[in-house]
Structure formats: structure tokens, C-alpha cells
């Protein structure tokens, strides 16, 4: 399977764009600021149903326009599947397969997926438990589109909780008290459903991530993965309970998966305050590869790999090492630069303010 052409129509800075790929490399050359990042948002939209940079509908489309078009050819030996979205500033995003509406985006995802690498990757390592929570997140919905629901359900409950304990302005009265237990045992039911997806996820991209890391350090560092939860396996309703004052005195829920963490650490060492850069670089590589790796082997469908800019961040050595570890499939890779050795394109586009040339 793999992305044999892309129709862009109204989106973002492109008023009419279309694409060619192939299985190998596709490279997107341009300055910054023209555009190039787009067409990889575009590519990944029909994978996650939305924008990987979190953007809402409206910012999507071409000032001026009420909705924007996105059509995607996907070819598997002779067959080809056209993909086709419809996205609107306001109302209801409509999606069709081969033509055909279709009501639950689950099953656009289940035809197309992709892995992205960009520089912002570094947050994985760096920046707050909710982008690292984000992350396996995320990548359990790429395995099983079913787990968006467990998702999705717990999420309501987290509200639905936070809003009762917000209600009760710091008294707990008998009506909050009865409406308190019942969220309680939803919380807690389909949090540690969500948690323990988590930490068996985890646990499958150790191995992975232990050896994508080894081969940028050479072997000389140990990096260790741990899920950290203030809770016990199993007693979450208890916890809730024990910790009930205090989540009435402030408002909201203070304990559960929403305050989950991954700690990683390389030499014993937390990686988010002693890894050096080039050291934090290789690790959310490491990530991002092991995820890709855990998708392909569960789905069976090998990812797009989509690289925004990503060489330029590392040094000689590390992008030398990123080439020989990338899956030799397709992908699709942005530049400002030059490309490290070794990186050999079948397709060359140039971007200039929204508009696409060959650069053969």
C-alpha cells in the first residue's frame, strides 16, 4: 500500500495543488514559510482525521473559502482506493471511500497511516507528561482504531467528574455525594482500561526503542522506560475516594490516568534534565521509529513516514544513522537545505508560496 497521488483544493495556502509519489522518497523543497509543512499535514490528515498540529477546521482552509477538499489515491498492487475529504469551517466534515459516504472516520484511518518526524519531536522528550502521555495516546489508535472509544470514554468521564466537583463549590453535599460515586466507578472502570492499554503498549516498544537507541549511541548508554502512576493497579476507586476532600476543596480530579507520566532516563539519569540535545534528538527518534515498527507488525500496514525538515536538526553522524535505520517503503521528506548523503529522491517538488513544480 502507498500514496500514489494527492488533490488539494482550498487548503491552506494552496488553492489547487496535485502530487505524484511513489513507493521510494518524494522530496519537498522550499524557504520557509511556503508551504511545505502543509502538504505533509494534508498526507496525514486522512490518517488521524484531523490535523497532527492540532489545528481546528477553520484554520485548514484558504482565507476566504468555507471548506476545503482533500482527495488521495492509495494503490496496493493493481488496486487503487480514492479518499476523499470535505473539510468545513462550520457543520459536519464529510468523507467518502471511492465515492461512497461514509459516517465514522475510523474507517478512513483503517486504509492509510503514517509516522511523522518532525523538529517539534523534541517536546516527546523535553516538555510535559501530557505530550509523552499524547504519544502512546495516540500510537494505540494507530494500532487499534477501536481504541480512540477507550479514549474517548474516559475523557467524558475525567469532565463529567470535574464538572460535578466544580459544582459542589467545596461542600459535599448528599445529591453530590450520591452523583460523585456513581463517576467514580465510570472513572475508574475506564481509566484503568486506558492505563493498562498504555503500559502494555509500553512495554512492546521497549525492546524497539532499546535498540533504535543503542545503534545512535553506539552501545554506550543504557536508557530505561518506566509508566509512573500515583495510583495502584486495580484500587483506582479507593484512591478516588481517599483523595475526595481534596478534589472538592479544589475543583478537580487529582489523581487517575490524566496524571500519568513516562519516565525516561538514560544512565539513571532523567533524560528531560541531564540528556544532552543530540542525546534527546535520538530518543524521540527512537519513538517515533519504534511506534512505526509496532504498526506495521500489528496492522500490517506499513506507515508513511513524513519528515518535516527533520536533518537539520541532527549532526552528520545522527543523520547518517537516521538514513540507515528508516524503513525502506515510502516517504515523504521537507528541506530548507541540502540533504545528507545517502538520501536518494524518486520524486522532486519545489514550494513557493502555495505553488508546487516538479524540480526534476
Not at 490528515?45 to 476545503?68: D, H, T, V, Y
Not at 496496493?76 to 479518499?83: A, G, I, N
Not at 494500532?143 to 466537583?165: A, I, M, P, S
Not at 459542589?168 to 460523585?180: C, F, H, N, P
Amino acid at each position: 500500500m502507498f500514496l500514489s497521488q494527492l488533490w488539494l483544493t482550498n487548503f491552506r495556502n494552496y488553492e489547487n495543488a496535485h502530487l505524484r509519489f511513489n513507493e521510494g522518497i518524494t522530496l519537498i523543497t522550499g524557504n520557509n514559510g511556503n508551504g511545505k509543512t502543509n502538504l505533509l499535514e494534508a498526507i496525514a490528515w486522512f490518517s488521524k482525521g484531523k490535523s497532527f498540529r492540532g489545528s481546528p477546521n477553520e484554520a485548514l482552509i484558504l482565507q476566504n473559502e468555507e471548506k476545503a477538499i482533500l482527495r488521495a489515491e492509495i494503490s496496493k498492487e493493481t488496486r487503487k482506493t480514492m479518499l476523499e475529504a470535505e473539510i468545513k469551517a462550520v457543520g459536519k466534515n464529510q468523507i467518502q471511500i471511492n465515492g461512497k459516504k461514509i459516517n465514522n472516520k475510523k474507517e478512513l484511518q483503517e486504509k492509510i497511516k503514517t509516522t511523522i518526524f518532525g523538529p517539534e519531536d523534541l517536546s516527546l522528550i523535553k516538555g510535559t507528561p501530557s505530550e509523552r502521555r499524547n504519544y502512546l495516546d495516540e500510537l494505540l489508535i494507530d494500532l487499534h482504531v477501536k481504541n480512540q472509544l477507550v479514549k474517548t470514554n474516559f475523557e467524558k468521564c475525567l469532565k463529567q467528574r470535574n464538572t460535578l466537583l466544580k459544582q459542589a463549590r467545596g461542600k459535599l453535599t448528599s445529591e453530590i455525594k450520591t452523583t460523585l460515586d456513581v463517576w467514580d466507578e465510570k472513572f475508574a472502570e475506564n481509566g484503568q482500561k486506558l492505563a493498562e492499554k498504555r503500559i502494555n503498549l509500553l512495554e512492546q516498544l521497549k525492546p524497539e526503542i532499546e535498540n533504535i537507541f543503542n545503534k545512535f549511541t553506539k552501545n554506550r548508554d543504557a536508557v530505561l522506560f518506566e509508566y509512573q502512576q500515583l495510583w495502584e493497579k486495580e484500587k483506582l476507586i479507593e484512591e478516588l475516594q481517599a483523595e475526595r476532600e481534596t478534589d472538592i476543596r479544589r475543583g478537580i480530579t487529582t489523581i487517575g490516568p490524566h496524571r500519568d507520566e513516562i519516565g525516561i532516563k538514560v544512565n539513571n539519569l532523567l533524560s528531560k534534565n541531564h540528556s544532552s540535545q543530540g542525546e534527546q534528538r535520538s530518543l524521540a527518534l527512537g519513538l517515533r521509529l519504534a511506534g512505526h515498527e509496532i504498526v506495521k507488525k500489528t496492522t500490517g500496514i506499513e506507515p508513511i513516514i513524513l519528515l518535516d525538515d527533520v536533518f537539520s536538526e541532527l549532526d552528520d553522524t545522527r543523520c547518517q544513522i537516521l538514513i540507515e535505520l528508516l524503513p525502506k517503503k515510502q516517504a515523504v521528506l521537507t528541506t530548507t537545505g541540502e540533504l545528507p548523503s545517502g538520501v536518494k529522491p524518486d520524486y522532486k517538488y519545489h514550494v513557493t508560496d502555495g505553488s508546487i513544480k516538479s524540480s526534476e
